[in-house]
């Protein structure tokens, strides 16, 4: 039988406004322990799947450090506490990082962004209708090149290894089952 571990001696190794990162002495079910086990706390995560009316997929492309590369991927980024839900958190991102807004909008689910180490989760909105309406507004350290494709398109893109993140992968198979492109 498996039986959830036991922490103790939490202590905080590093923290500021995007991660918290602790280390405990942890006791495993069947009684391993494990010191120092790391527990990184960032926020939830919003990730837009944003179409427009001619069906198109919203994407970005930008640079990411920790791999080295300019990846495809879709918008989004961390669930703010002025943020009224993750879906209001998706249309927020999408407008910031694109321009583009969208009228409806479904919340698809959420999943753990990665449950061995982190606390946080991704929740995934689908945008419909996504329509040009102002001109990205980016943070500092953002560089985004807005590139619009078809369902087809991305899919393609992410067999070729185009896009590397899988929680953004993750949230498209949430969309292409909501559009019914998949069953299961």
Known sequence: MILPWKAENRRTIHKDRWVDLTAERVVTGNGAILDPYYTLAYPDWAVAVALTPDDRVVMIRQYRHGTGVIDLELPGGCVDAADVSPTEAARRELLEETGYGAGEAEYLGHFAANPALQTNHVHVTL???????????????????VELMSLETVLQQVTAGSVTNSMHIAALFFALKTLGRIRL
């Not at 329509?131 to 500092?140: F, G």
Request: charged share 35%; no cysteine; net charge negative.
């Open 127 to 145: 945008l419909r209708n996504a329509e040009k309406l102002a001109e990205p507004h980016l943070e500092p350290g953002e560089e985004i090149a």
